[in-house]
């Protein structure tokens, strides 16, 4: 696990390469290079087994520099912190180099992942993007599907952004009418994920639909339908959320 404090005395430790979203790989076959002295331009990370971990941003990633998502798929889950946080704190350094208050430069802190405004004192902290993720049911039915952006014939959950003032339960039932035109019952919360594509934190949910019949708005959504746990498409990568709702139905169905 990645021990979530900033190692603020450090001055040498793992490093992470990362560029363009790609992680170099280090020479064991994973993310953390060997222990090296650190640079100022090197933003610490947190400890890894006690051993202190900061980020290097790069100009270019290499040819042989896995994407974060091959990188996900690749590495055991006890990796998943280590890469999402680097993702995610990359792109928080990279999209707030400027205040966006008054427009000035801003500087890093150390003591927290914080980027400072000294023109006008704003701060800017990492962003992270709340997302519903939902699995709706009817009985064993599980209501699956298509993003345009989807490889062929792969099905998922669906998920969207909380909007300003709104609940994560009222983003589940609103999400879920404007992109299947399902209605809701029941829901349930299952648990969230860390999402570092770029930022988002997913929160699963299951939730029971009123009725079978399916109205797709066609934009965000290719293709929709109630598929039976005997006869899925093909599923969203296993360490996703979306997954892990898809096979804790399968089981509990299983089970009955
Ligand atoms: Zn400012």
Known sequence: MLRRELPLEAREGHVIRLAEGCIAPAPDGGVLQPVIPWTEQMQPLGYWHDVPVALSLEAEAGDDWPSGREWLARLPESRFGLVSTSLQVAAWLRNHRFCG????????????????????????????????????????????????????????????????????????????????????GRIRYFRSQAWPFPHALMLGFFAEAASRRIRIDGVEIADAAWFSPRQLPQLPPLYSISRALIETHLAEVAAR
């Open 101 to 184: 208050r008054c427009g000035a430069p801003a500087a890093r802190l150390d003591a927290e992942f914080a980027m400072h405004c000294h023109g006008c004192g704003h701060r800017n902290y990492p962003r992270i993007s709340p997302c519903i993720i939902t699995l709706v049911t009817h009985g064993e039915s599980l209501l699956l599907a298509r993003s345009p952006r989807f490889p062929p014939r792969r099905y998922s959950t669906l998920a969207g952004f909380i909007e300003p003032g709104e609940s994560a339960e009222e983003a589940v039932r609103r999400e879920i009418f404007e992109e299947v035109g399902v209605s809701v």
